[in-house]
């Protein structure tokens, strides 16, 4: 698929894996992610094989005066289970072109740094852009991970055996990030910060910060077909002489 706004080519995920979907098991929204790490655990077994979309509200790209990444982990649920996660981050420090500009991405092990030690690429995005999305989709002992709808896919495989936390990242390194003062003062915020000023028409406030428009986690049935599905199929099955 061909991105004309930004001239990419999107490997995106196809539209029928929204029918292996079963019912969320997580599904938050409007969040205000301060400097760190947010976990959102999920029922035990979920992750295993399982959906994940986070969507991260983007700043201008000329007024963060900083450089930051943030992302999502997945792993365990467990205050020390850090080590076997996956981390996959937006380097926040954009090289920038006349009809668009670009940033580092990359997914690695926490333990080691995936902005040192993990697969990297870069990401494109059009100016008039306001959301990053990334997704995961795993299946046991592999993620699949496409940021902005696959315009980057990168695949690594999870050492733990059973995901079962989404974890929502910020590594603010200074003063720079920005979240609308609306979204500051919502009452369905984790992290609910009043907006000490309102700096540009667009209304944002710097507190060093950034909204996850939505965090939601599908368990996904098998893409495999069993025997009992295709026996009771109601179409005849033709078998060669």
Same mark, same amino acid.
């Given at each position: 698929?061909?991105?004309?706004?930004?001239?990419?080519?999107?490997?995106?995920?196809?539209?029928?894996? +929204?029918?292996?979907?079963?019912?969320?098991?997580?599904?938050?929204? /409007?969040?205000?992610?301060?400097?760190?790490?947010?976990?959102?655990?999920?029922?035990?077994?979920?992750? /295993?094989?399982?959906?994940?979309?986070?969507?991260?509200?983007?700043?201008?790209?000329?007024?963060?005066?900083?450089?930051?990444?943030?992302?999502?982990?997945?792993?365990?649920?467990?205050?020390?289970?850090?080590?076997?996660? $996956?981390?996959?981050?937006?380097?926040?420090?954009?090289?920038?072109?006349?009809?668009?500009?670009?940033?580092?991405?990359?997914?690695?092990?926490?333990?080691?740094?995936? $902005?040192?030690?993990?697969?990297?690429?870069?990401?494109?995005?059009?100016?008039?852009?306001?959301?990053?999305?990334?997704? !995961?989709?795993?299946?046991?002992?592999?993620?699949?991970?496409?940021?902005? =709808?696959?315009?980057?896919?990168?695949? =690594?495989?999870?050492?733990?055996?059973?995901?079962? !936390?989404?974890?929502?990242?910020?590594?603010?390194?200074?003063?720079?990030?920005?979240?609308?003062?609306?979204?500051?003062?919502?009452?369905?915020? %984790?992290?609910? =910060? =009043?907006?000490?000023?309102?700096?540009?028409?667009?209304?944002?406030?710097?507190?060093?910060?950034?909204?996850?428009?939505?965090?939601?986690?599908?368990?996904?049935?098998?893409?495999?077909?069993? !025997?009992?599905? %295709? +026996?009771?199929?109601?179409?005849?099955?033709?078998?060669?002489?």
């Amino acid at each position: 698929m061909i991105n004309v706004a930004n001239a990419t080519c999107a490997q995106a995920p196809i539209e029928e894996l +929204t029918a292996l979907r079963e019912p969320a098991a997580l599904n938050r929204s /409007r969040i205000v992610l301060s400097n760190g790490t947010l976990k959102l655990p999920m029922p035990h077994g979920i992750g /295993r094989q399982s959906e994940f979309i986070a969507s991260f509200q983007l700043p201008d790209p000329h007024s963060a005066s900083a450089s930051f990444s943030f992302g999502v982990a997945l792993g365990g649920s467990g205050p020390n289970d850090d080590s076997d996660e $996956l981390l996959c981050l937006v380097e926040w420090s954009p090289i920038f072109n006349a009809t668009f500009y670009e940033v580092p991405v990359s997914c690695g092990d926490r333990a080691v740094g995936p $902005l040192s030690g993990g697969d990297r690429d870069t990401l494109r995005f059009a100016y008039h852009e306001r959301e990053c999305e990334i997704r !995961a989709y795993v299946d046991f002992t592999v993620a699949e991970v496409f940021f902005q =709808k696959g315009r980057v896919v990168i695949t =690594k495989p999870l050492t733990t055996s059973n995901v079962s !936390a989404l974890s929502l990242v910020l590594n603010a390194t200074a003063a720079g990030m920005s979240v609308s003062a609306a979204d500051a003062l919502s009452p369905d915020n %984790v992290t609910v =910060k =009043k907006a000490e000023s309102v700096e540009t028409a667009r209304g944002v406030a710097r507190l060093g910060n950034i909204t996850v428009l939505r965090a939601t986690v599908f368990p996904m049935r098998s893409i495999w077909t069993t !025997a009992e599905s %295709v +026996t009771s199929s109601p179409y005849p099955l033709i078998f060669p002489p």
